[in-house]
């Protein structure tokens, strides 16, 4: 079966950084993206990755390992604003995306 | 409008009743996508479309229905709705099945 692992709930302190891990397991890879979504809205898209290696974007970077079927995101310079759920996906062989349940993100004062 | 709306926002609904939830986007998409989330699980992938006329099952398909009579619009109907179905609808559209996915607002579906 198709398996996507992230932790439930993390907590950090504003201003700190905080990696969030993906582990996934799926029938054929077509690329891995993280989205973001706050309680009670939709989900927005963060990043992209296809290849192996790190994407930054701002505050936000994500890394893939093909060969481990392994993910992260890091959120640098937290803010109270990034309190939110972090999903992450996988685009499957069948161009189909399998989702993450997603990784709860509380920030500190 | 710029995106893609949803609409109802929220819904109580009887079980046994039908219900037509409706998604629209704006951004000429070719592919349009119906998912439900539920508390501790990951979306999941009811009914998808690939371009305006097809459609194809996607994880959890059962009492829903689809159609895609063109490209902005993709209804989600249930026939006969059941408590298991509450949950919240998201709708999303990209450009191609290989492409970022952008999500509507979302409808909460409560059947009692």
């Known amino acids: 079966g198709q398996n996507i692992d992230q932790p439930t709930e993390m907590t950090a302190t504003e201003g700190a950084i905080v990696q969030i891990n993906c582990t996934y397991q799926t029938s054929g890879f077509n690329g891995l993206f993280w989205y973001q979504q706050h309680a009670g809205e939709a989900p927005t898209f963060l990043s992209y990755?296809?290849l192996d290696g790190l994407e930054e974007k701002g505050r936000f970077s994500s890394f893939l390992s093909r060969s481990k079927g392994y993910s992260y995101l890091l959120l640098k310079e937290l803010q109270m604003k990034d309190s939110a759920s972090y999903l992450c996906a996988v685009l499957d062989s069948n161009y189909q995306l399998i989702w993450g349940a997603g990784t709860k993100l509380i920030i500190k004062p | 409008i710029a995106g893609i709306t949803q609409a109802p926002t929220s819904q109580i609904l009887a079980a046994g009743r039908r219900m037509t939830l409706r998604c629209t986007q704006d951004?000429?998409?070719?592919?349009m996508y119906w998912y439900r989330q539920d508390l501790g699980l990951g979306l999941r992938l009811i009914h998808y479309s690939n371009t305006a006329g097809t459609t194809g099952k996607g994880e959890v398909p059962d009492g829903y229905s689809v159609s895609r009579a063109n490209t902005d619009d993709f209804p989600l109907t249930l026939a006969s709705a059941v408590p298991s179905q509450t949950s919240v609808y998201f709708c999303?559209?990209?450009?191609?099945?290989?492409?970022?996915?952008?999500f509507g607002p979302g409808t909460r579906l409560l059947v009692l």
């Open positions: 999303a559209s990209s450009n191609s099945g290989t492409e970022t996915q952008y």
């Open positions: 951004m000429r998409h070719n592919a």
């Open positions: 990755n296809v």
